[in-house]
């Protein structure tokens, strides 16, 4: 069957919660010890994301994709808050399960943030991704995003770099 998108509603939080802290860890697990991206609890990480939710979702998307009633990915895009370009919104995150690589549904996924971020105004998108995540770094770049230079270090932990994306928008 194939991958339905809409946007999340509050009941769908906890359960973007736990789908994001398994991707987290599947995914970043070459990357940052297992230690360091299991340190907060599941419940902790879940209760974190309800209250961000609380505050943020007059000025951010949170958008579900579902095949078979389950949930398999998100995404989150909102106002830039973390660079200093007015014209730019930020892909905050997109996350699949990992049975969902390869299936069409990331691309959907960014599809649908890209719309997104267009209805909200913004002329161009932006994205941090870890420097050592090749496989999300060519997904990006396959889809028309740019390094720009800038790079930070993560909040994981121990210092992992990140460097940030764009794209134009129009």
Not at 63 to 76: K, M, N, Q, S, W
Not at 105 to 114: D, F, Q, S, Y
Not at 120 to 137: E, I, P, S
Request: hydrophobic content about 40%.
């Amino acid at each position: 069957m194939s991958v339905s998108l809409r946007v999340a509603e509050a009941v769908d939080v906890p359960r973007i919660a736990e789908l994001h802290r398994r991707s987290r860890i599947d995914t970043y697990s070459d990357l940052v010890s297992y230690d360091t991206l299991t340190r907060v609890p599941a419940p902790v990480f879940a209760d974190w994301w309800v209250e961000r939710w609380s505050h943020e979702r007059e000025t951010h998307v949170l958008t579900v994709a579902e095949r078979d009633g389950r949930l398999v990915g998100f995404t989150y895009v909102g106002p830039d808050d973390e660079g200093s370009q007015a014209d730019t919104g930020l892909l905050y995150a997109i996350h699949l399960e990992s049975a969902e690589r390869g299936r069409g549904t990331g691309r959907a996924l960014m599809a649908e943030a890209l719309a997104t971020l267009r209805a909200q105004g913004w002329q161009r998108a932006a994205l941090w991704v870890l420097a050592g995540n090749d496989r999300a770094r060519g997904f990006y770049e396959r889809g028309g995003w740019q390094p720009t230079g800038w790079c930070r270090d993560s909040t994981f932990g121990p210092p992992v770099k990140e460097i940030r994306y764009d794209r134009p928008l129009r």
